[in-house]
């Protein structure tokens, strides 16, 4: 009932950039956050940068200065531009949303399928 699409990520040499897109759609009602999570291999998921809505950014410390997160409230879409790319930012990107399906529901949480970046000369 609920999908987010993901596009972007690949492959960049350290010190490149990349852009992640993701949109929601299908029945939602009011999205209260979005965000990105990573996950490498060996590791667990860690949130990356989520901003909830009417609300301020929160990054990790790993990603600060580096990593910007946008939303387009409108079209239910939120980005991640990550700039000066590391090795160690190498990861499966997840796109999140929590959200409600109507007006006196509880907040669901829905995932995107992942995109690989992988930063690597």
């Known amino acids: 009932q609920v999908q987010l ?3 972007g990520g690949g492959l960049v040499q350290p010190g490149g950039s990349l852009r992640l897109s993701c949109a929601a759609s299908g029945r939602i009602f009011s999205i209260k956050a ?3 999570y990573r996950q490498a291999p060996g590791k667990q998921r ?3 940068a989520v901003i909830p ?10 990603v600060k200065g ?3 997160i946008s939303r387009d409230y409108a079209k239910n879409m939120v980005y ?10 190498t990861a499966v990107y997840y796109c999140n949303a ?3 399906r109507d007006g006196l529901g509880p907040v669901f949480s829905y995932w995107g399928q992942g995109n690989q970046v992988t ?3």
Do not use: H
């Open 66 to 68: 580096r990593f910007t």
């Open 80 to 89: 991640l531009q990550m700039n000066s790319l590391k090795p160690e930012d």
């Open 34 to 36: 979005m965000g990105w």
């Open 5 to 7: 699409v993901e596009s």
């Open 53 to 62: 809505t009417g609300g301020s950014a929160n990054y990790a410390d790993s």
């Open 119 to 121: 930063v690597s000369s």
């Open 46 to 48: 860690e949130s990356v």
């Open 98 to 100: 929590q959200l409600t």
